[in-house]
C-alpha cells in the first residue's frame, strides 16, 4: 500500500507539473499572433537583405521560398486576427519587434554561411513555437494555421540544414 501511495503521489505531482509547464508557456491568441507575425517579418526581412548580398545562387533561391512563404503566412495570421476579432498590436510595434528579432548577419566571404546558420536556428525556434501552440490551443483557425504551416517551416529548415552542410 506504501508503495501505492508513493506512485500515486508521484503521478500526481508529474501530471501538476505537467499542467503547470504547459500553463507557463501558453499564451494568448493575440500574443500568439503578435509574435508569431514579428517573428515572420523579422525573416522576411533577413531573407530580403540575404537575397542581396548572397553569394550563392542557391541561398538567394532559398530566401525567395522564405520569403514568399512568410508573407503568406502572416497575411493568414490577419486574417484570423480578423475573423476572431482579436485585437492585435499595432503594426509599428510588430515591426519594432521584429527589428530586435532579426539575426545579426556578418558582411563578408561567410555571409552565406552566418545567414544559412542563422535560419537554422530561428526556423527550429519558430517550429518549436508553432508546435507548442497547436498543443495548447483551444482555436481551431490557430490549429488549422499550424497544420498549413509546419510543413513549410520544416521544408524551410531541411533546406537552410542543406544548404549549411554545403558550405
Known amino acids: 500500500m506504501n508503495r501505492m501511495a508513493t506512485r500515486l503521489c508521484n503521478t500526481s505531482l508529474a501530471a501538476l507539473l505537467g499542467l503547470f509547464a504547459s ?4 499564451q494568448s491568441t ?8 514579428a517573428k515572420g517579418i523579422a525573416d522576411i526581412e533577413a531573407s530580403r537583405l540575404a537575397h542581396q548580398k548572397a553569394e550563392s545562387k542557391e541561398v538567394k533561391d532559398y530566401t525567395i521560398i522564405v520569403i514568399n512563404d512568410r508573407t ?25 519587434k521584429a527589428k530586435a528579432l532579426m539575426p545579426q548577419v ?15 536556428k530561428t526556423t527550429q525556434e519558430a517550429i518549436e513555437q508553432l508546435q507548442q501552440e ?5 482555436v ?10 509546419l510543413p513549410k517551416l520544416q521544408n524551410h529548415l531541411e533546406m537552410a540544414k542543406a544548404l549549411q552542410a554545403s558550405r
Not at 481551431?140 to 504551416?149: G, L
Open 134 to 138: 497547436a498543443q495548447t490551443t483551444d
Open 30 to 37: 493575440a500574443e500568439f499572433i503578435d509574435e508569431a507575425s
Open 23 to 26: 500553463g507557463v508557456f501558453a
Open 140 to 149: 481551431p483557425q490557430i490549429k488549422a494555421f499550424a497544420e498549413e504551416t
Open 72 to 96: 503568406t503566412a502572416n497575411q493568414h495570421l490577419a486574417k484570423i486576427a480578423k475573423q476572431l476579432d482579436i485585437p492585435v498590436a499595432p503594426r509599428e510595434e510588430i515591426v519594432e
Open 106 to 120: 556578418m558582411d563578408g566571404a561567410t555571409y552565406d554561411e552566418a545567414y544559412t546558420a542563422s535560419q537554422v
